[in-house]
């Protein structure tokens, strides 16, 4: 049974988003506020935390900036009344996994957690090797380094995410729509340049060449 989180200082949204995760099976606990929501992530993981960000004291952008600070593993869908780019963009490269505006259809927000929950599993008695090599790069999967031969760097998790999917399909072009889907969980273009931010932290850590830009197509690591 996945267990979640629920962030808000709503109490009946808190309320309605509980019954309605609990009622599909879930394992839910409950946050009333930025503080106790902040707390409660960095002292133990789950398996997604739904974060609103408009809250008195502290708050989302702030409890998703910590969290990841302590966790960057930790997946967070942000669910929240504000749907300005600006506000989409920043939680997007803070490194939410996902964002749904209110208001919202059930439905659609049970979608997204089933798609961001299908993305973090691993197949049983499947284990990933501890360091990947392509491309010339070396993947720490423990430390979240990449190595381009100049010695190792930190990735934070969405860079982490983004680069080991380019050394997946090493070789092949990679689009925008498809990184947005499989390294954000944004099934469909929420009109940020995301993608391209996160390809040029990559490439400012990395190398300008690490990454090869193919016009109008997308991105792609080339065969070393």
């Not at 669910?79 to 920043?90: C, F, M, P, Y």
């Not at 930190?154 to 399909?169: D, G, K, T, W």
């Not at 340049?193 to 850590?205: A, P, Q, S, T, Y």
């Amino acid at each position: 049974m996945a267990r979640l989180l629920v962030i808000d200082d709503e109490p009946r949204i808190v309320d309605f988003l509980a019954r309605a995760l609990v009622a599909h099976g879930f394992a839910v606990d409950r946050a009333h506020g930025g503080a106790e929501g902040l707390a409660r992530t960095c002292a133990e993981p789950y398996d997604l935390v739904v974060l609103d960000l408009r809250m008195p004291h502290v708050d989302g952008l702030a409890v998703l900036e910590g969290t990841l600070a302590i966790r960057p593993e930790q997946r967070v869908l942000v669910l929240s009344a504000l749907a300005d780019v600006e506000t989409k963009v920043r939680a997007l490269e803070l490194g939410a996994c996902d964002y749904l505006t209110k208001p919202f259809a059930t439905a659609e927000l049970l979608a997204r957690i089933g798609a961001q929950l299908r993305r973090a599993a691993v197949a049983p008695g499947q284990t990933a090797p501890r360091v990947e090599r392509r491309a010339g790069i070396e993947l720490d999967l423990d430390r979240r380094t990449a190595d381009a031969g100049s010695g190792p760097v930190c990735l934070s998790s969405r860079e982490f995410e983004l680069l080991r999917h380019l050394m997946v399909r090493q070789g092949d072009v990679c689009s925008r729509e498809e990184l947005l889907k499989e390294v954000w969980g944004c099934e469909f273009d929420p009109g940020t340049n995301v993608v391209d931010v996160g390809i040029r932290r990559l490439r400012c850590k990395l190398g300008a060449d690490v990454v090869a830009t193919i016009r109008n197509v997308g991105y792609a690591l080339e065969a070393a």
